[in-house]
T-cell receptor, first 115, second 111 residues
């Protein structure tokens, strides 16, 4: 079974703090994704990575950056947390484009509250 | 217009009912279709995966794709209280890395 783990289930931070969210997958997947999920808005893609050190902006990258130094690990960084970044953050991984069985597998999520 | 539209509900049904969940989409390039189930405060888990048009059955769940109408459905037979969750549809094209999600339908099955 694919396993995607996230470093924290719940996180409380103060405005202006730098926040690191980590995600690890154990199935040698090429692609990794960070989403945020808000009521009524669904899943919104922040960034994704299709290879080590490669990244692409999603729909809402402003205020976020990412790092992928190793294939299994994808980090989301909030450079200076703001209250409007309070949300559920979901990491996902997938095999990669061109494979017929390319589906996304999600981690348990990190509920981040910025005060 | 969003690429994927899904009625958010909420949907409330009695135990044992047949549930029908639906999504419509606009991009004719979508070839792969997925349904995810998400329990409260948890990550989505993959429920069903189908390719192109047709039906796929797995236990009490049936996924149906009608590419000509750009319409996909998930049917749940003999619904159980444990089916209470949010159901998200997702899809992707044959090329590219991105997946496109509906906003999710909240389902409650009442014992």
């Amino acid at each position: 079974d694919v396993k995607v783990t996230q470093s924290s289930r719940y996180l409380v931070k103060r405005t202006g703090e730098k926040v690191f969210l980590e995600c690890v997958q154990d199935m040698d997947h090429e692609n990794m994704f960070w989403y945020r999920q808000d009521p009524g808005l669904g899943l919104r893609l922040i960034y994704f990575s299709y290879d080590v050190k490669m990244k692409e902006k999603g729909d809402i990258p402003e205020g976020y950056s990412v790092s992928r130094e190793k294939k299994e690990r994808f980090s989301l960084i909030l450079e200076s947390a703001s209250t409007n970044q309070t949300s559920m953050y979901l990491c996902a991984s997938s095999l990669g484009a061109g494979t017929s069985e390319d589906t996304q597998y999600f981690g348990p999520g990190t509920r981040l509250t910025v005060l | 217009q969003k690429e994927v539209e899904q009625d958010p509900g909420p949907l409330s049904v009695p135990e044992g009912a047949i549930v029908s969940l639906n999504c419509t989409y606009s991009n004719s390039a979508f070839q792969y279709f997925m349904w995810y189930r998400q329990y409260s405060r948890k990550g989505p888990e993959l429920l069903m995966y189908t390719y192109s048009s047709g039906n796929k059955e797995d236990g009490r769940f049936t996924a149906q794709v009608d590419k000509s109408s750009k319409y996909i459905s998930l049917f749940i037979r003999d619904s159980q209280p444990s089916d209470s969750a949010t159901y998200l549809c997702a899809m992707r094209a044959n090329t590219g890395n991105q997946f496109y999600f509906g906003t999710g339908t909240s389902l409650t099955v009442i014992p």
